[in-house]
């Protein structure tokens, strides 16, 4: 029998007392998502390979909900900030929700019919990705972006089709302001 069970989560790092999993992700593993190839290489040269996002999940055995962190620091590649991989789920009837609890960013999602939305992840919102909308967070603030997310354990992550092909859009710093620009190397 499943009990209850509370999960104390740190706002400002993204910590979890009981988690069950966790990963990161570092520049390296995510050069793919920039448009700008050569200044992510000058950055891996001046700063190492530098971490980008962390994940950690809490889930009871054989539950049917997952929830967990997405710790991502504040960085720059170019003109474009640091970000999620983004990815859909492998269950197209499966949606999620993100709940911002510190920092400052943008959810970029997108729809496979080719609509593109936003939305601001600040303090205190909460985000629904429907199903069937590919999603990427961006932090542009600086300081960590610190979100909670929740979906469905049978949800799955399917990474290859935005490493593939990219996002319609791309979430940017212009003239020193946050901006969404198409994206040059979207692949239709």
């Not at 492998?90 to 999602?109: M, N, P």
């Amino acid at each position: 029998m499943m009990l209850p069970v509370g999960v104390a989560i740190d706002p400002k790092s993204g910590a979890m007392g009981q988690a069950t999993g966790r990963y990161a992700k570092h520049l390296g593993e995510t050069r793919g998502c920039y448009q700008d190839q050569a200044a992510v290489d000058a950055l891996l040269a001046a700063r190492g390979d530098l971490p980008v996002y962390e994940v950690v999940e809490f889930i009871q055995p054989g539950s049917d909900i997952i929830f967990g962190t997405t710790t991502m620091s504040p960085g720059q590649v170019g003109e474009e900030f640091f970000m999620t991989r983004g990815h859909f789920h492998q269950r197209r009837d499966r949606g999620e929700v993100y709940y911002t609890q510190s920092g400052r960013g943008v959810l970029l999602l997108e729809s496979r019919q080719g609509e593109s939305r936003t939305v601001d992840m600040v303090p205190g919102t909460c985000a629904f990705i429907p199903p069937d909308w590919a999603h990427r967070s961006i932090n542009t603030g600086d300081a960590p972006l610190v979100f909670v997310w929740v979906c469905n354990a049978d949800a799955g992550h399917d990474y290859a089709e935005i490493l593939t092909r990219g996002m319609r859009q791309m979430v940017v710093k212009r003239d020193g302001a946050v901006a969404l620009a198409p994206n040059p190397r979207y692949a239709a």
